[in-house]
Nanobody, 122 residues
Framework: QVQLVESGGGLVQAGGSLRLSCAAS????????MGWYRQAPGKQRELVAV???????NYADSVKGRFTISRDNAKNTVHLQMNSLKPEDTAVYCC????????????????WGQGTQVTVSS
């Protein structure tokens, strides 16, 4: 059973920084892409940033230049460094692991973490 555990959320003032981390545990052989999504109250979930096993990245336009995603393939971890935070960044941030292959040969299209709250005060 694969699990994703996020950490690093919290309350920060506008202009501040937070670093989110997500660790995937289990008998994992490979993960194609890992990423962060967020959902604010009353809004749909949106992609924040994603990184492939090869290191290719993609960011939402709203976070480009402020957020940086990084990944450690050996440890199956992904991080999101968030700088210059704005009140509109307030949301629940969820970690996603895409195309997970276990050593047993089991394949899962994706896994989701429980989410971590990020609140940016003005």
């Amino acid at each position: 059973q694969v699990q994703l555990v996020e950490s690093g959320g919290g309350l920060v003032q506008a202009g501040g920084s937070l670093r989110l981390s997500c660790a995937a545990s289990g008998s994992i052989f490979s993960i194609n892409a890992m990423g962060w999504y967020r959902q604010a109250p009353g809004k749909q979930r949106e992609l924040v940033a994603v990184i492939t096993s090869g290191g290719s990245t993609n960011y939402a336009d709203s976070v480009k230049g402020r957020f940086t995603i990084s990944r450690d393939n050996a440890k199956n971890t992904v991080h999101l460094q968030m700088n210059s935070l704005k009140p509109e960044d307030t949301a629940v941030y969820c970690c996603n692991a895409d195309q997970v292959l276990e050593y047993s040969g089991r394949y899962y299209p994706d896994y989701w973490g429980q989410g971590t709250q990020v609140t940016v005060s003005s």
